[in-house]
């Protein structure tokens, strides 16, 4: 990288918006660049609440908050170069003879950035949530119940005063909000058999505003609300055990929730973005995706036991079923167009939630001795890790050789070593580590006190640990090579450890 910048020599005219300015250096191709969300946010409550009796108690309250996120561009390093061209690179490319079109800063056209300066996009997405809530609870010898309820008038707009050479027209401005009113009710028994034994129900439902950052089409460059724009409904239910022993605690609970309705916005380069008579163009796209149900279900066990004055086992374990049981719909973009370039179906239904176990358990003992320190030792297990996966390759694009297949020889075939390959979603495999910790503690005054703790997690340093990845948003539509772009990977940290020292007085 450092070699290409040195030998990118340019020579800039009307450089940082001059009539005449000329410059001449070595025009970075690559740099390293900061990627900034600065955040402020203002809170307000006021919350209240009442014993109506021994047994019947009220609260409730009011709340606002006003959040307000900077996203922008900071170049750290120009590796090498003298300076980095302010432009849209993908626009240079579509439209190279428009000179205006492809200024990232309109108003300081061929603006030339050193490290420290912001450039390629500054825009802030503002957030103004006011809402009130309320809880009612009883409680008797054997029954505990509690109802609630809350409702939330919610608007978010983006802001920016950097004028786009694509959208010169709706991107230094302030757009109009996206307004929502959110609510949801929440209710709970539990039923006391004993001082020991408890069994819990509870269930909720409630709907929220999506985020601004899955509102807007591109927020970097322009104002533009992502069409339809609806609010997400989560609704769940749970129930279990739980025992409360002087010698175990045990806590065993089911649960089901269905996120419904939801969109995200992504932003990358598409291979397939533009049909033309010869085959398909790439270009980045803004790619909008709604209508996403998630359904979350499965068991979670929490258990310690007392094995004497000293030693203690304690576990945990979660099986569950994290999938897709929508197909959601797509709207894509071109980066430079505000128009809608296709949509089309996804079809990732029964597919995983990614990047999470969705099986893990873990197992310790531990040691507290009577002479003041400790020691635990733990085992961790984790499984059902799936690869997050691109959804344009579970279209029919994707598998068909021609734009608009009639026939079967046009489409993959059904089944196949490579229909599964296309559409398969990776899971990665089932992995262990093991954890130390432990500590001491010394009376060194008549008050002072030293205490010393040292961890050690994955203490069998095992580098293969996947704990995610991805596929890549390239794909080759005209050979179908799913290796052409191979999956990306996230490990685990090998050994690592942490030693503290510390003094009360």
Do not use: C
């Amino acid at each position: 990288m450092y070699e290409v910048n040195r030998n990118s020599i340019a020579t800039i005219l009307n450089a940082d918006g001059m009539e005449g300015n000329t410059v001449t250096g070595k025009r970075a191709q690559y740099v390293i660049e900061d990627r900034r969300f600065d955040t402020r946010r203002a809170n307000a409550n006021i919350n209240v609440e009442h014993n109506l009796s021994d047994r019947l108690r009220v609260s409730g309250g009011i709340n606002y908050q006003l959040q307000k996120v900077r996203n922008f561009k900071v170049l750290e390093d120009l590796l090498g170069a003298d300076f980095y061209l302010d432009i849209d690179k993908f626009a240079e490319f579509d439209f190279a003879g428009d000179t205006e079109f492809i200024q990232n800063d309109l108003d300081v056209q061929n603006k030339l950035v050193q490290e420290g300066e912001t450039f390629g996009y500054d825009y802030a997405t503002l957030t103004s949530k006011a809402g009130a809530w309320g809880q009612f609870e009883i409680t008797t010898n054997h029954f505990d119940f509690f109802a609630s309820a809350q409702g939330a008038q919610t608007e978010f707009w983006r802001e920016s005063n950097l004028r786009n050479g694509k959208f010169p027209d709706n991107s230094a401005t302030v757009s109009e909000k996206a307004s929502f009113f959110d609510y949801g009710v929440k209710g709970g028994a539990t039923f006391k058999l004993d001082g020991r034994n408890y069994f819990i129900l509870n269930a909720s439902f409630q709907n929220q505003a999506p985020l601004p950052r899955n509102g807007f089409v591109s927020p970097r460059t322009r104002d533009q609300f992502v069409g339809d724009l609806q609010q997400e409904q989560i609704t769940s239910v749970e129930g279990g055990y739980l025992l409360r022993a002087p010698y175990a605690k045990i806590r065993l609970v089911g649960y089901y929730t269905e996120f419904a309705n939801q969109t995200t916005a992504q932003s990358f380069y598409l291979d397939n973005a533009i049909a033309t008579e010869e085959g398909f163009e790439g270009g980045f796209v803004n790619y909008i995706m709604t209508g996403i149900t998630t359904r979350h279900m499965g068991l979670e066990l929490g258990a310690e036991v007392a094995l004497g004055a000293a030693w203690r086992v304690r576990g945990a374990a979660s099986l569950g079923e994290f999938i897709y049981t929508s197909r959601p719909d797509v709207s894509v973009y071109l980066d430079n167009l505000a128009e809608v370039l296709r949509q089309e179906k996804v079809y990732i239904k029964n597919f995983y939630v990614p990047n999470l176990p969705q099986t893990a358990g873990t197992i310790g003992l531990s040691y507290n001795s009577p002479k003041f320190w400790f020691a635990n030792l733990n085992i961790n297990y984790f499984d059902n890790i799936w690869i997050d996966f691109n959804p344009e390759r579970r279209t029919n694009a994707a598998v068909s050789f021609v734009e608009n297949p009639l026939f079967p020889s046009q489409v993959v075939e059904p089944g196949s070593e490579l229909w599964q390959k296309i559409l398969y979603q990776e899971k990665a495999p089932s992995a262990y580590t093991v954890d130390f910790f432990g500590g001491k503690s010394w009376k060194v005054g008549d008050n002072l006190f030293l205490y010393l703790n040292v961890g050690v997690n994955n203490l069998l340093d095992k580098k293969d640990f996947v704990i995610g990845g991805y596929e890549q948003y390239r794909f080759d539509y005209a050979e179908k090579n799913v290796d052409k772009f191979p999956n990306r990977y996230f490990y685990g940290y090998g050994r690592n450890y942490y030693v503290s020292l510390a003094f009360r007085i």
